[in-house]
């Protein structure tokens, strides 16, 4: 709302979801937020709705959050005044990113709370171990994957005739190399895969 400059025309954004991709994003993300408190406060606060409700709710929530990943790619993916951005892979890249990173933070959260307060998760037993199990598993395919259209988005626009070339160079040996490398791929890719690999081979999953 700040970078409007005008923060109060904002309602002029969902009057034409049509007009453009930041339109369409707005409502997306909006619902999203939306749908995601009502959810949150019946689970935390315990209100007493139908379970069939609550799953209709999570389901539909569920849909927003993945336009919600998706989003932020396709906004990027049609600005052809950035080169490296118009690809139709930037929506994949995002929405792998967004999944694999959601899981990571839940894993996180879950380590977390283990060292916190050890007893309250023993108590919880077997359920929250499974539970730690699978998303790692599904976890660890979704780094995989997203390493892989990282580096074919690499690839594909270092051999393009236009200034993603620069683009490329500037991210893998130039002005941001250091933070490509160690921050996205060591610590953001490959930390992770590692730590989970680690984990289910103990058979902890944390």
């Known amino acids: ?7 109060t025309r904002f309602l002029f954004g969902f009057l034409r979801p049509q007009s453009s991709m930041i339109s369409i994003g707005i409502i997306i993300i909006s ?3 939306i749908l995601g408190a009502i959810h949150m406060a019946i689970l935390l606060f315990k209100l007493k709705v139908g379970e069939g409700t609550v799953r209709l709710l999570g389901g539909v929530n569920g849909l927003f959050a993945l336009g919600t990943a998706v ?14 951005w118009n ?3 930037m929506p994949l890249l995002f929405l792998v990113s ?19 307060s050890p007893k309250a998760v023993e108590a919880e037993g077997e359920d929250i171990t499974h ?34 070339v620069d683009s ?14 160690l921050g996205v ?22």
Do not use: C, N, Q
Request: charged fraction near 10%.
């Open 1 to 7: 709302l700040v970078e409007l400059g005008a923060p």
């Open 31 to 33: 619902v999203f937020i």
């Open 71 to 84: 989003y932020t790619g396709l906004l990027l993916g049609v600005v052809k005044a950035v080169p490296f």
């Open 87 to 89: 690809t139709p892979m």
């Open 98 to 116: 967004a999944l694999s990173t959601g899981m990571g933070a839940v894993l996180l959260a879950v380590g977390l709370r283990r060292w916190v």
């Open 131 to 164: 539970s730690v199990h699978a998303l790692s598993r599904l976890d660890i395919p979704l780094i995989v994957t997203e390493l892989l259209v990282l580096f074919f988005l690499l690839f594909i626009m270092a051999a393009s005739r236009s200034t993603a």
């Open 168 to 181: 490329v160079r500037f991210l893998v040996s130039g002005g941001y190399a250091v933070a490509f490398w």
């Open 185 to 206: 791929v060591v610590v953001g890719l490959l930390l992770p895969l590692t730590l989970e690999a680690w984990s289910l081979t103990r058979g902890r999953g944390m």
